[in-house]
Structures are given as C-alpha cells and as structure tokens.
C-alpha cells in the first residue's frame, strides 16, 4: 500500500521561504509523477507544481512560476516543493499526490487542470502553511 506523508508546513512570514516534503511508502518515488496542490480556505483545490515519473521534468503553475522548486530525492523516496518569497496568498493547505508512471500528461493535467487524471491516486495528509504580514 503506498502511502504518503506530508511535512514542512507551519508560520512563516510574507517573503520568506519554505521546503515542503513529500515522503513515499510502499512504492519507489521514481516510478511516480508528483504533484503539489493546495486549497485555501473557501477555495478551489489548486495545483501548484509537478514532476514527471523517473525524469527531472517538471511543471508550475503561473501563480509560482519563477519562486517554485520541485525536487526529487530517490535515495530518502522523497520528494520536496521549495517556494520562496511567499506572500500572503500562498496561505493555504498543501498536499502531494502519486500517480504511478505519471508523466506529461498527468502533469498537465495537475498544473493546468488542477486535477489528477489518474483512477489510482495516491494523496498525503496535507501540511498547513500560514503566511503572516
């Protein structure tokens, strides 16, 4: 049973940085596309980035493009959503999602459409970031 937990949330201030985590069980992180969404309060779920399965490739959506990092590290079968300058907006709740072999167009699908195409999706727990002024 994959499983997957997430971490790095918490308070921090407008402008500073923060490295969310994504940890796998159960399955290997390279063989799975990843995906960040969050949902603030009142909102929409949104998709904020994405890395294909076994490639470094990776997707942004405009509202983080140019301050948004993903990352994959296969040794600790994790992966990690760096976003720096946050601003009040980034507030919200951030989870991961898996999809076994997810690539382009699963990935397309996570920024552009906000959504996972996939029937077999595996999502973390979610870890709250609150941005204060």
């Known amino acids: 049973q994959v499983q997957l937990v997430n971490s790095g949330g918490g308070l921090v201030q407008a402008g500073d940085s923060l490295r969310l985590s994504c940890a796998i069980s159960?399955?290997?992180?390279?063989?799975?596309?990843i995906g960040w969404f969050r949902q603030a309060p009142g909102k929409e779920r949104e998709g904020v980035s994405c890395?294909?399965?076994?490639?470094?490739?990776?997707y942004y959506s405009d509202f983080v493009k140019g301050r948004a990092s993903v990352s994959r590290d296969s040794a600790k079968n994790t992966v990690y959503l760096q976003l720096n300058n946050v601003t009040l907006e980034d507030t919200a709740d951030y989870s991961c999602?898996?999809?076994?072999?997810?690539?382009?167009?699963?990935?397309?699908?996570?920024?552009?459409?906000?959504?996972?195409?996939?029937?077999?999706?595996?999502w973390g727990q979610g870890t709250q970031v609150t941005v204060s002024s």
């Open positions: 159960g399955g290997i992180v390279d063989h799975y596309g």
């Open positions: 890395i294909w399965s076994g490639e470094d490739t990776t």
């Open positions: 999602a898996a999809a076994l072999g997810g690539g382009p167009w699963w990935c397309s699908g996570v920024v552009e459409r906000s959504t996972s195409t996939s029937q077999n999706t595996y």
